[in-house]
């Protein structure tokens, strides 16, 4: 179990938004009575897919929306670490290499975000391949947790969001969980 500071911790949630496209691309369809996400829902032009840690977003799911048209998807660290990677390796000529790119979730607080994380391959500078891979993994993740939020629900009221977030940012570096 991880949970050093600034690790994110195997036994994490982690909250994904996700809006029902990006540009022309999809993030999912609705099959039946399910709900069953896309890779795009997943694209990051960083190759670094951001979620938020449920625990630093006081649990609340609606504090990682930013419409009433987002929906969000729980994840567990753990399952992103174990269930998607490891990653085959290719080298240039498409032969697999020995060693595999590992999958990651690091804490990357942001202002006004202290729950801000991101999912990622190691080492970085992966192949588009070894993305695509890795967002097919989260995707599948995610067709098996289902919406926690709905698009389209209500959007509670924020009150004093970004000073709450700087105190418990603060509270949660003091204690070394960032």
């Excluded at 099959?31 to 795009?40: K, S, T």
């Excluded at 990651?104 to 080492?123: Q, Y």
Aim: aromatic share 6%; net charge positive; proline share 6%.
């Amino acid at each position: 179990m991880r949970g050093a500071a600034g690790q994110v911790a195997d036994v994490e949630q982690l909250y994904r938004r996700v809006s029902e496209s990006i540009g022309t691309q999809i993030c999912y369809q609705i099959e039946g009575d399910r709900v069953v996400f896309l890779h795009a829902a997943f694209n990051d032009p960083a190759k670094c897919p951001s979620v938020d840690r449920a625990e630093l977003a006081q649990l609340d799911p609606h504090r990682t929306r930013i419409t009433s048209n987002d929906g969000i998807v729980t994840l567990s660290a753990q399952a992103v670490r174990q269930r998607i990677g490891p990653i085959p390796k290719f080298n240039e000529s498409g032969k697999r290499v020995k060693e595999d790119y590992g999958v990651d979730v690091k804490s990357d607080p942001l202002f006004g975000n202290c729950a801000h994380a991101l999912v990622e391959i190691t080492p970085p500078n992966a192949s588009g391949g070894a993305f695509r891979k890795l967002k097919e993994g989260l995707a599948r993740l995610a067709t098996e947790a289902g919406w926690t939020v709905k698009p389209k629900s209500p959007l509670p009221q924020r009150d004093n969001f970004l000073l709450g977030d700087a105190a418990r940012c603060l509270i949660h570096r003091l204690q070394g969980r960032l």
